[in-house]
């Protein structure tokens, strides 16, 4: 079946750091892929998406390409920011043919990123 | 926009009682999703709707839990009785197909 593994955390970096989150995926023909965030007492945002092989999604300094040699879309950032820390949900949709989507999430990787 | 709506923020009760959770989408999302989030178990697809429809509802954990969504804008999650275990912050979301979810701010249920 569909699903998203991630890197353990937590991970704890200093600022202005360079980020690596890594994300595999297993699924069926193409994918949409995505990075959600979850900041401290609040919902997951969608933080950035790729939906086709070697498309790079990118927001807020943060990056990911779609991989699909090596099934991966690992979220990278050159330099954090205190403001970064947050939990990062690598996600993918599996395109089937119906009018919904049924995201897959990863289990999430906290980042706290200190002074 | 407003965004995916949620009430109450928080809701603190007593084991044995009802608890009514609320979700107002975003306005034409066809798709609505409820989790549940615990340091435990993480982020767990409870049951999802689409036009209004329950579509898969494998996720509830028993049968003191059940969701209903009358119209296109608005959803509820109900725990009847509820017990501590059931203590976790609960997440809407809505999605409009190929746009991934948008979430509510989260309901923060303590059962005592």
């Known amino acids: 079946g569909n699903s998203v593994t991630q890197m353990e955390g937590p991970v704890t970096l200093s600022e202005e750091a360079f980020l690596t989150i890594n994300c595999t995926y297993t699924?069926?023909?193409?994918?949409?892929l995505f990075w959600y965030v979850q900041y401290p007492g609040e919902g997951l945002q969608l933080l950035l998406k790729a939906t086709k092989a070697d498309d790079k999604g990118s927001n807020k300094g943060f990056e990911a390409t779609y991989r699909k040699e090596t099934t991966s879309f690992h979220l990278e950032k050159g330099s954090v920011q205190v403001s970064d820390s947050a939990v990062y949900f690598c996600a993918l949709i599996q395109p089937v043919k119906t009018s919904y989507d049924k995201v897959i999430f990863g289990p999430g990787t906290s980042l706290s990123v200190i002074p | 926009d407003a965004g995916v709506i949620q009430s109450p923020r928080h809701e603190v009760t007593e084991m044995g009682q009802e608890v009514t959770l609320r979700c107002k989408p975003i306005s034409g999302h066809n798709s609505l999703f409820w989790y549940r989030q615990t340091m435990m178990r993480g982020l767990e697809l409870l049951i999802y709707?689409?036009?209004?429809?329950?579509?898969?509802d494998s996720g509830m954990p028993e049968d003191r839990f059940s969701a209903k969504m009358p119209n296109a804008s608005f959803s509820t999650l109900k725990i009847q009785p509820s017990e501590p275990r059931d203590s976790a912050v609960y997440f809407c979301?809505?999605?409009?197909?190929?746009?991934?979810?948008?979430f509510g701010s989260g309901t923060r249920l303590t059962v005592v």
């Open positions: 979301a809505s999605s409009r197909t190929g746009y991934g979810y948008t």
């Open positions: 709707f689409n036009n209004n429809v329950p579509i898969d």
């Open positions: 699924a069926t023909g193409y994918p949409s």
